[in-house]
């Protein structure tokens, strides 16, 4: 199974959208981040894991799943960085490939010597990129595909046919 863990904190940071969020409401951003991280999740079908840093929710350790995407925050005097590399120990085997996401530098050496691979905040940004303009095309194409009926009607008389399908008229 491919895993990806995602330093939340390290791609809020890196992340054009997610940095202005942030701005505005931490909250905002986590929240966003997450429903990026399940569309990844239902594409890709990676097991993904997001850690956040207890440095900005102080509190004990905390562990939920959202849109089946695991978060986790950290204990409070545990870092991002040390949760991500017990998890790459746990998980990396030789069924598991195990991709962490973060542009830290350290982290990412650190990381390679667990023997998980990296994706920085950017490469990421780019394959949720890439993702959604395929999902756009595929969607594209099966409306085309639908049109394709015996009888030719009219973009109007199939909304009407719409229309009364769903009930609305």
């Keep these: 199974m491919d895993v990806l863990v995602v330093d939340g904190y390290n791609i809020i940071g890196d992340w054009d959208e997610l940095k202005q969020l942030k701005e505005i409401d ?20 990676y097991r993904v894991i997001i850690i956040f840093d207890a440095y900005y929710v102080p509190g004990i350790s ?4 959202e849109y089946k995407v695991e978060i986790i925050y950290t204990k409070e005097h545990e870092t991002a960085d040390e949760r991500i590399e017990k998890i790459v120990t ?10 962490v996401a973060t542009s830290d530098y350290a982290e990412q050496r650190t990381i390679f010597g667990r023997g998980a ?5 950017r490469e990421l940004h780019i394959e949720l990129l ?6 756009e095309k595929s969607i594209k194409q099966h409306k085309k595909a639908r049109k394709n009926i015996k009888i ?6 199939l909304e009407k046919f719409e229309k009364w399908r769903r009930g609305n008229e």
């Design 130 to 135: 890439d993702m959604e303009t395929e999902i």
């Design 26 to 45: 931490l909250e905002q951003a986590r929240n966003r981040l997450i429903e990026k991280m399940a569309e990844y999740k239902a594409v890709s079908g």
């Design 62 to 65: 905390n562990a939920v799943s």
């Design 117 to 121: 691979l990296r994706k920085s905040a």
């Design 152 to 157: 030719p009607l009219t973009d109007d008389v």
């Design 90 to 99: 746990e998980l990396k085997n030789v069924v598991n490939q195990v991709y």
